[in-house]
């Protein structure tokens, strides 16, 4: 098994201090930054404060492409008049992180997710957001033990706009954004407007183990800025003999915050000794883990005077000190080592010899490396006789039991010689341990809950629960924004002597469906007067039917459709043609599309004229009815087909009113021959 005291172990130092004379001093600078690399939907960079013990951030983003990446900071700065920049200094050539929405609608932030490689130390840095203006920011951040931090934890300041003040920006339009500190959030101006610096910062005030920053689109194509500074103090002392004089060559061991073993030095030829540059926060721990030995001066080798540890170093508001004092060992010397079943050391135990048969007890409590000294271990004076001593252990972190303890120690008369490797073997509580991985990928930042205890999984996707106690007990996840878990979110473990492994959770990124804008126009004739009842097809840039509308009263049409590229097409009612473009492209982008308008023309409704008869054709062949144009069979489509396909009768002859016409006039010249006729035999027949 894996021991949480592993991090407390000399051997992993991440740093070695040379031997220095202490100078104290406050120091404060920005993060540096790796190249954001990746692509749209899926950056990636790691973010590091100056601060000697500040861990680093794996820093993942879904964030859109197009302006963002590490900036400069020649052109955009936080300048020393500015709130953050009267604590941090000037930010001026500093780098910066840019990103931006995942897309450009309001529905879909994207979410940048800073996973520190273990917990911040509980105060001295901050962030500070720039450039929140046409958009809106939410921040959220994870504690010590998994559980979301509360407003005060997460230590909003104020809002500032960093182009006012002695050495800022030269920049125009200038506000701030309006906070709601309760629930982390900025928001820009409220019109939307792009303006210039409008900015809020925050310090945390308690260990953060992961931080979270949401950024939604309100208007335009906003950018957002992010910086990180920290600042740092000493922490330095000197380690004299118990007759004040210096001692040189001591070690000593400096252990952060969260019991991290951050750097080791030695003091130097005036007993002095430094650590340099470490964030200004509380709970430092200093320890003189290492005398010099055995000399001519010192025949025994030395003991730290009273504790070798100085408890809660705070670098809040000032530099810190730590003074030791070592004094001469008294024979018998007596000395081992705690460690657990994985070889890792176990500190803060009371190791205790007992005289058997009665005695005073003494006790010694072992150091970060496990280890332990007790002096002064005599033989039986009184009776001048050897003394046996019994080893106890207390003082174990819960769960923990001696598996392994040294066999009785005798001390015989007139012993000086030290009594070493009286080492203890203890068993700690079983880890339980895991991944979380989407599409096969580790998920950095995923909170992990196991009975009432929570953690977040690191950069690589996993946790670990350290020391669990023996019994039955469910491990949760719980999905982050923009994933869901892909199985089961629960799963029961049964915790006995041996660590359990392999409690995996799988997440899936959540699909959201695009939000629909309202696109539309108009359909009106070449008068401009509406045609109601045309239709309108919208395909999208597959070719794909996606939306039809049919035009009202007053000739307008709508659809409603997602984020993408489009055509629409007029198909025209009867009786209309199209007037110009039939089909008109289009984007949506996050917004309303209007003026897709089409001009439709009326189809003239004029009859072709009837046909004139045939005079070849055959008289007995039915006549049109010469009344009202288009009431015959012509017109109607009733009558005989032609041999011409085109629905008219065939031609009959002459002209129905020409031969009508020219039998009237026989008619009327023979009825006047014949009157003339009676009038010359009337006149014969009287004379």
């Known amino acids: 098994m894996f021991s949480a005291l592993a991090a407390l172990s000399i051997a992993a130092l991440s740093a070695v201090v040379t031997p220095t004379t202490a100078t104290a001093a406050t120091t404060a600078g920005w993060a540096e930054w790796d190249p954001l690399t990746g692509s749209a939907g899926d950056w990636s960079t790691t973010m590091q404060l100056p601060a000697g013990d500040f861990p680093a951030a794996t820093v993942t983003s879904n964030s859109r492409g197009g302006g963002v990446g590490v900036i400069s900071g ?46 911040t ?72 407007t792009d303006t210039n610096g409008a900015s809020g910062w925050f310090q945390p ?12 689109w309100r208007s335009g194509f906003p950018v957002y800025q992010t910086w990180f500074a920290s600042l ?6 000197t380690v004299t003999l118990d007759d004040g004089s210096p ?20 003091s130097a030829a005036d007993g002095a000794y430094a650590f340099e540059g470490y964030t200004a926060a509380p709970g430092y721990r200093v320890e003189l883990t ?35 004092q070592a004094r001469d060992i008294e024979p018998v010397a007596v000395s081992g080592t705690v460690l657990d079943d994985d070889g890792e050391p176990v500190p803060g135990a009371t190791v205790t010899l007992t005289p058997v048969g009665g005695g005073e007890p003494i006790t010694a409590v072992t150091n970060s490396r496990g280890e332990y000294l007790v002096d002064d271990v005599a033989w039986d004076v009184e009776n001048e006789q050897p003394q046996e001593y019994e080893f106890t252990l207390s003082d174990l972190p819960e769960g923990h039991v001696v598996t392994g303890a040294p066999p009785n120690l005798t001390v015989d ?13 203890v068993q700690g509580p079983p880890a339980v341990s895991g991944s979380v991985t989407a599409g096969g990928e580790p998920v950095a930042g995923v909170v992990v809950t196991l009975g009432d205890r929570s953690t977040t999984t690191g950069a690589d996707g996993t946790y670990t629960f350290e020391d669990v106690l023996p019994g039955d007990l469910t491990v949760t996840v719980e999905a982050p924004d923009g994933y869901t878990v892909d199985g089961p979110a629960t799963q029961d473990v049964n915790v006995g002597t041996d660590d359990v492994t392999g409690i995996d959770f799988a997440l899936e990124r959540e699909v ?76 949506v982008v996050g917004g309303e599309v209007t003026g897709l308008d089409f001009v439709l023309a009326a189809q003239d409704a004029t009859p072709a004229p009837s046909p004139s008869p045939d005079p070849s054709a055959s008289p007995t062949a039915p006549l049109p009815d010469p009344g009202s144009p288009g009431d015959g069979p012509a017109a109607s489509g009733d009558g005989p087909a032609t041999t011409d396909g085109t629905g008219s009768l065939p031609a009959t002859g002459a002209d129905v009113g020409a031969a009508a016409l020219g039998a009237l006039l026989l008619v009327t010249a023979g009825g006047l021959l014949l009157r003339a006729s009676r009038r010359r035999g009337t006149g014969a027949a009287e004379s």
């Open 413 to 425: 008369v007139g012993q000086e010689e030290a009594s070493t490797g009286n080492d203890f073997i």
């Open 290 to 324: 290492e005398l010099p030995g055995p000399s001519d001066d010192h025949p025994f080798g030395l003991v730290a005077v009273g504790s070798s540890v100085v408890d809660d170093v705070d670098l809040t508001d000032t530099d810190g000190v730590a003074d030791f």
């Open 121 to 192: 130390p509980a105060g001295g840095w901050a962030f500070v957001l720039g450039d929140i203006d046409a958009d809106r920011v939410r921040v959220s951040a994870l504690g010590e033990d998994g559980q979301p931090l509360s407003a005060d934890e997460l230590g909003w300041q104020e809002a500032f706009n960093y182009c006012q003040g002695a050495g800022t920006p030269s920049c125009t339009d200038v506000d701030v954004p309006t906070s709601d500190p309760a629930t982390g959030t900025l928001t820009g101006n409220a019109t939307a």
């Open 512 to 587: 959201v469906a695009p939000p629909a804008q309202p696109v539309g126009g108009t359909v009106t004739d070449t008068d401009g007067g509406p045609v109601p009842d045309a239709e309108v097809t919208v395909t999208d840039a597959d070719g794909a039917e996606v939306a039809t509308a049919t035009t009202d009263e007053d000739g307008a049409w709508t659809a409603d459709l997602p984020d993408g590229g489009y055509t629409a097409t007029v198909t025209p009612p009867d009786g209309y043609v199209v007037e110009g473009e039939a089909s008109l492209p289009f984007d």
């Open 232 to 237: 740092a103090r000493d922490i330095t002392g």
């Open 205 to 216: 005030s308690v260990p953060v183990t992961s931080l979270t920053i949401e950024f939604a």
């Open 247 to 266: 001692l040189e060559g001591s070690t000593v061991t400096l252990l952060g915050p969260d019991g991290t073993a951050l750097a080791t030095t030695t």
């Open 74 to 119: 020649a052109s955009s700065w936080l300048a020393a008049s500015t709130p953050p920049g009267e604590t941090f200094g000037s930010s001026r050539n500093q780098p910066y992180l840019n990103l931006r929405p995942q897309a450009d609608r309001p529905t879909t932030p994207s979410t940048t997710t800073y996973t520190f490689e273990r917990p």
